[in-house]
């Protein structure tokens, strides 16, 4: 579908501004790579080949049973046996002798027996967030090149967790910030535009909600729901969507007496095709100003309530259980070092890119 020729002009600003656009590239980049997480970091294989079929365990569950072994447990792909059953085509020599059927079976052959030889297709980092790095010495172990960003004091390996954890930040910003935009920006429109007795009840309770310690009652909800991501993005959302109130009131407030308002009222249109057809578009410099407060700090609540541990469930792989970990282990710099260069990348490109998105939309901002 072509662009309009307005959202085109805002695009070609946009692409005008070299910083902006290309911390868009970086981080459109970042999230292509982080957003298939399982098929880059994984202690399960993409693809599996046995005796002529094609297996996904990254996808689905296979138990052990299914390559020629013993249980119907899940199948552990890095155990030597099912490593042998894969290559070998289920040979029961495997349960003796795997690493010498293993070596034996490179050249698609078995004592001198052809054999319907397997293959796996492993990810680039074998490794999920969860998975415990089987490594000599005392966690968290040191970078090395198993472990590019060493381990953490549970020894799973740093950079999947990152990986994992910067993939989470970013869909929890960018569902808290979605829905809470929508909220602010309906509900600033409301008050803005109709003004008076509606206005003055709304602000009134604005300024209650505002002055709601959220932290507080965030950690007292949790004392009795359970710990989940739409259990915390919905707590975020409750308290976040007053961010955008403020500026979208302030904008409506001074566009509802403009000459193009009152023409609209006279030819009756709608109230609503006014305010979101007409005013709305005007207002959007003033809203996507504030957009890179709410998404950072939409980022640092989360990284905060999980460094509090208050935060998402400890299983999950946070940014924020990384920087605990971090100040917990001051004996393992490379952990602060990743966490700090995490943050600081990450809050960076997207400041970066809201900035261009805002002077893009700004009619008096051109980048010739």
Known sequence: MALSPLNQRRWRNFRRN??????LIIFAVLFAVALPAEFVANDKPILVKYRGEFFTPVLNFYPETAFGGDFETQAVYRDPEVECLIVSGGLQECFDDPAGIIEDARDGTVNGEKIAKGWTLWPPIPFSFDTPVDRPGAAPLSPNGQNWLGTDDTKRDVLARVIYGFRLSVLFTLTVTFFSSIIGVFAGAIQGYFGGRLDLIFQRVIEIWQSTPQLYVIIILFAILPRGFWVLAGIMIFFG???LVGVVRAEFLRARNLEYVRAAKALGVSNMKIMFRHMLPNAMVATLTMMPFIVTGTIGSLASLDFLGFGLPSTAPSLGELTLQAKQNLQAPWL????FFTFAIMLSLLVFIFEGV??????????E
């Open 358 to 367: 805002r002077d893009a939309f700004d009619p008096r901002k051109t980048f």
């Open 18 to 23: 070299r910083r902006a656009f290309w911390s």
């Open 241 to 243: 969507w007053v961010a």
């Open 336 to 339: 602060a070092f990743t966490a």
